[in-house]
C-alpha cells in the first residue's frame, strides 16, 4: 500500500521560510516524478513544484526564486523549502507521486500572516 506523510506546515509571518516534507513508503519512490500542489479555499489545486526521477525541477511563476523543491531517494523523501513566504501562499499543500493520476498526501496547511 503507498502511503504519502506530509510534515512541516503551520503558520509563518510574512518573509519567513518553512521547509515541508513528504516521506513515501510502499513504492519504489526514486523511479517516480514527484511535487507540491497546493489548495486555496475557493481556488483550483494547482502545481507548485516537481522534480523528476532524473532530479529536473520545474516551478510555477509565483513562486519560481522563492521555493526550493528537493528529494532525498535514500529517505523516500521529497521536500519543498519555502523562503520569502507571502499571504498569497496560504493554502493546503499536497504532496503528489507519479502526476494527478497518481498517488496524494493527505495535505498539510500552510498559513502566512502579513
Known amino acids: 500500500q503507498v502511503q504519502l506523510v506530509e510534515s512541516g506546515g503551520g503558520l509563518a509571518q510574512a518573509g519567513r521560510s518553512l521547509r515541508l516534507s513528504c516521506a513515501a513508503s510502499?513504492?519504489?519512490?526514486?523511479?517516480?516524478?514527484t511535487g507540491w500542489y497546493r489548495q486555496a479555499p475557493g481556488k483550483q489545486r494547482e502545481l507548485v513544484a516537481w522534480?523528476?526521477?532524473?532530479?529536473?525541477?520545474n516551478y510555477s511563476d509565483s513562486v519560481k526564486g522563492r521555493f526550493t523543491i528537493s528529494r532525498d531517494n535514500a529517505r523516500n523523501t521529497v521536500y519543498l523549502q519555502m523562503n520569502s513566504l507571502q499571504p498569497d501562499d496560504t493554502a493546503a499543500y499536497y504532496c503528489?507521486?507519479?502526476?494527478?493520476?497518481?498517488?496524494w498526501g493527505q495535505g498539510t496547511q500552510v498559513t502566512v500572516s502579513s
Open positions: 510502499g513504492i519504489r519512490f526514486s523511479e517516480y516524478a
Open positions: 503528489n507521486l507519479g502526476g494527478p493520476l497518481g498517488y
Open positions: 522534480i523528476t526521477s532524473g532530479g529536473r525541477t
